[in-house]
Every structure is written in C-alpha cells, then in structure tokens.
C-alpha cells in the first residue's frame, strides 16, 4: 500500500463519535518525543499533516486521521513526560484507557520506542497493557538513522527483553532516511485487508 490521499479529521479530547467513524483504525503509542507525529508524516509523504515539535508532550489530545478514504490512523498522547504534572498524566492515562476501551474498530497498534534508549518503565508498562487488551501490536523502534546498521543488533537486545516481543515482531525505522517506511506500510496493508476481509464476511 502506498498512502495516496490523507487528511487530519478531528482532535478529541474523549474518544467518542467523529466524522467517519467506523473504519478500521491503527493507532500509533508511544513515549513523549519518540516521533510518532513524524512517522505519520513519513508514512503520508506530508511534511506537516501531523505537527512536530521539540517539546516533548506537545500532543494532549487523541488525533485522528484518514488514510486513503480506507482506514484511521489516531495519534494517542505521549507519554512519560516528567514535567507534566500527575494530575495530567493521570489524565492522559484515563483518556488512553477510555480510548482502547471504547474503540471497537481498533485492529492493530504500533508502539514505538527510541532505538537509542532502553525502553523505560512508562515503556515496558505500556506493553503490558497493550498484552492485556489482546489488540495485535507491533513495536516500530524509531530513530534508526542514528544507529550505525551494525550496531543495531546490540541496541535491539534489550527492547526484545523489556517489551516481550520477538525480532519478527520488531521494525527499525527512521523518518529521516525512511528505514523501514516500507515494512510498516507492508504491515498496515496486511492488517486493514485482513479487518476490511472479515467485515465483510
């Protein structure tokens, strides 16, 4: 799949109803800064369909968009931002809960981490959670120009271990170079033909 057309829909600060609801959705997890505004960006070929920025826990909202008039793609709020008070966190973390439990068109997650750290607590307590729902996930382990391709193995070691996941389960990408655009955009054909296939049974 090649994402042709792509269009921010709405912003919501409770998952509820917005306008096209009820395709499939892929929702994109993952800590303050990781670069999931970024990896939407690289998946559309749009520089500013999602907005970037260097402050992390910029996102606060749930962001929703449409990829070729086929699926949605929804940006959850970062997590793990230390300078964010606990009483915001603790609404970002209701707001993710409500969100997985309410969006029955959720079919698949992509989590992210950042290749150059291990994964923190806040990481490896959003795997547990995502195992708990039984939603098919994926790990995207982002920033992977910043790792020389050789020494990408030792990196991946200790996210395998923290997020209980296997290799094949595993995918290095990098908006800036576009390392591994292509499995994830493989991964999502796979995943709404799979859902759009059942729906219509």
């Known amino acids: 799949m090649e994402i042709k057309t792509a269009a921010f829909i709405t912003s919501l600060a409770e998952y509820g109803a917005f306008t096209g609801k009820g395709l499939p959705q892929i929702c994109v997890a993952g800590k303050s800064n990781v670069g999931k505004s970024s990896l939407i960006n ?12 260097n402050t992390p826990g910029k996102t606060r909202l749930i962001n929703i968009y449409v990829m070729n008039n086929t699926f949605h793609l929804v940006d959850l709020p970062g997590y793990g931002y ?4 606990k009483k915001e966190q603790i609404r970002w973390g209701g707001m993710m809960q409500r969100y997985f439990s309410a969006a029955t068109e959720l079919v698949h ?10 994964p923190t607590l806040e990481d490896k307590e959003m795997s547990l959670f995502l195992r708990k729902t039984g939603v098919p996930r994926t790990v995207i382990v982002t920033k992977a120009d910043k790792i020389s391709r050789a020494a990408r193995s030792k990196h991946l070691l200790p996210i395998l271990r923290a997020m209980e996941v296997q290799p094949w389960e595993v995918i290095p990408f990098s ?11 493989s991964l999502i054909t796979s995943v709404i033909y799979q859902a759009t296939d059942l729906n219509a049974e």
């Open 109 to 118: 997650v992509l989590h992210l981490v950042d290749i150059r750290h291990e």
């Open 82 to 85: 230390a300078k964010v008070n």
């Open 42 to 53: 690289c998946l559309a070929n749009r520089k500013k369909l999602a907005k970037t920025s």
């Open 175 to 185: 908006s800036e170079d576009g390392t591994g655009r292509d499995k994830v955009l």
